[in-house]
């Protein structure tokens, strides 16, 4: 499995990204799709995941409201909306890819997935 994530720039607070996340390669019956960020000097942190259907999806208390995330099972993309953005929410982020899924499971630990993307850069100015 390759991902491929795009998307990122730089925006003015309280402006929006949309960050794309493309799948190639092997195909499974289930999986989960994550999108971690990681910040200079902080650790890889959990940002939302959603399930292969799409009808499972977790966010990060830092985000809920503001983000969402959604596929195109057609395209093999997941999407991350990203809205009213903050500084604070600078730093590069990855999709990743977790090749099992129980219904309803929540994995927010970067150890949990399989496949990593290459990341994408958001720079958010005040």
């Known amino acids: 499995v390759q991902l491929q994530a795009s998307g990122g720039g730089l925006v003015q607070a309280g402006g929006s990204l949309r960050l794309s996340c493309v799948a190639s390669g092997r195909t499974f019956s289930d999986y989960a799709t994550g999108w971690f960020r990681q910040a200079p000097g902080k650790e890889r942190e959990f940002v939302a995941q959603?399930?292969?259907?799409?009808?499972?999806?977790y966010y990060a208390d830092s985000v809920k409201g503001r983000f969402t995330i959604s596929r195109d099972n057609a395209e093999n993309t997941v999407y991350l909306q990203m809205n009213s953005l903050k500084p604070e929410d600078t730093a590069i982020y990855y999709c990743?890819?977790?090749?099992?899924?129980?219904?309803?499971?929540?994995?927010?630990?970067?150890?949990?997935?399989?496949?990593w993307g290459q990341g994408t850069q958001v720079t958010v100015s005040s």
């Open positions: 959603i399930s292969r259907s799409g009808s499972n999806t």
């Open positions: 990743a890819r977790r090749l099992t899924y129980s219904s309803g499971s929540y994995y927010s630990v970067p150890g949990q997935y399989d496949y």
